[in-house]
């Protein structure tokens, strides 16, 4: 069974929404009915499955639907239609009690504008979802302090967020999402006030942290290179409707149509593929490789490239502790330029 699953989600945003959605199923496109009715439609039977452990990223361009979609799955917006559930259990029939329980044990949320407590120190801030759990405080403490730390802000603990720049502010409410150890992460744009330099520590951070804890991250971005980067799998919205659902490699590779198409048109192809899909067996009649020597078969292409640029001699693919094979050069050059 999949973790979160959608199930023909529709949303319209409206005063009479379920009147609004007759006229969208008998044919009425997103911008009329926004110019007649005033009501707008968010999703239109979106319907996915998101599994334990992956990193699974929503993009689209602004107005896609991303960010409802992601409040959907903690219930801060309730469908017009449709089934969100989380272990097979809908959660739009929660009682508030329930729901809440949810809420404080099994999902944390990175909002993009912050959602911080403005009367609260940056250490009380991060420390927010252990505090509702009930831990002691000297143990919030402890672990807030470390999550500070890993966002780039030791030394700001006491600080409130009045006294911070807008990209320090996100990191707190990252550094409050990790810090909360929930098993679902909802990440709406968490990195989108950043610096690139501040992204790209941090988008290295969380795919660290997901190797060591396996969380299912929900991350929301409008950024193909950063879904690239990080998703385990991607799906695409336009103008409320999911058009795909993939790899990245898959969804570089074969878009599902046009707009895919012109959306991964200048992707970076390097990012998208892994060295699984460029390891072939070693030779046998060449000498077994050390394991300290060979790759990750999860690294990206990219990650890999200062090893393989001018390299002559086999360069060995590994899966944990056992050796899986050696990087097919020929077939990297394929990938990277397919019209070669």
């Known amino acids: 069974m999949s973790l979160i699953e959608l199930k023909a ?3 319209v945003f409206g005063p009479r929404p379920a009147q609004a959605l007759a006229r969208v199923r008998a044919g009425m496109d997103k911008p009329t009915l926004l110019t007649k009715t005033g009501h707008s439609l968010a999703l239109i039977d ?13 993009m ?9 979609l992601v409040r959907h799955i ?3 917006i309730d469908p017009t239609e449709g089934q969100v559930l989380i ?24 909002f993009q504008r912050f959602g911080l407590l403005a009367h609260r120190t940056v250490l009380d801030n991060v420390a927010l979802g252990l505090a509702l759990r009930g831990v002691p405080p000297a ?69 660290a942290l997901q190797a060591d804890s396996r969380r299912t991250i929900v991350f929301i971005t409008h950024d193909l290179d950063e879904a690239l980067r990080i998703g385990s799998r991607v799906a695409i919205l336009h103008e409320g409707r999911l058009l795909q659902v993939g790899t990245p490699a898959q969804v570089v590779a074969q878009p599902a149509d046009a707009h895919v198409a012109a959306f991964v048109r200048d ?5 998208a593929w892994r060295l699984a899909s460029v390891t072939v067996p070693w030779p046998p009649e060449m000498a077994p490789p050390l394991l300290a020597d060979a790759l990750e078969e999860g690294m990206t292409i990219e990650a890999a490239l200062p090893r393989l640029v001018g390299c002559s001699a086999a360069i060995a693919v590994r899966r944990g502790n056992a050796v899986v094979g050696r990087v097919d050069t020929e077939r990297v050059r394929a990938l990277l330029d397919p019209a070669a």
């Open 87 to 110: 272990d097979g259990r809908d959660v739009t029939g929660l009682s508030m009690p329930a729901l809440i329980a949810l809420r404080r044990e099994r999902l944390a949320m990175v």
């Open 46 to 58: 979106v319907s996915l499955a998101i599994e334990p452990g992956e990193i699974f990223v929503v």
């Open 139 to 207: 143990a919030r403490r402890i672990e807030a302090a470390r999550w500070i730390g890993r966002v780039g802000l030791a030394g700001a603990e006491g600080q409130y967020p009045s006294q911070l720049s807008g990209g320090m502010q996100q990191r707190v409410g990252l550094a409050r999402a990790l810090c909360a150890d929930t098993e679902i992460l909802l990440m709406d744009e968490p990195f989108s006030a950043l610096d690139p330099l501040i992204r790209s520590q941090l988008q290295g951070e969380l795919l």
């Open 60 to 68: 689209g361009l602004s107005g896609s639907g991303k960010s409802t």
């Open 267 to 271: 992707a970076n192809r390097a990012r």
């Open 9 to 11: 989600v529709t949303t």
């Open 74 to 76: 903690n219930r801060l």
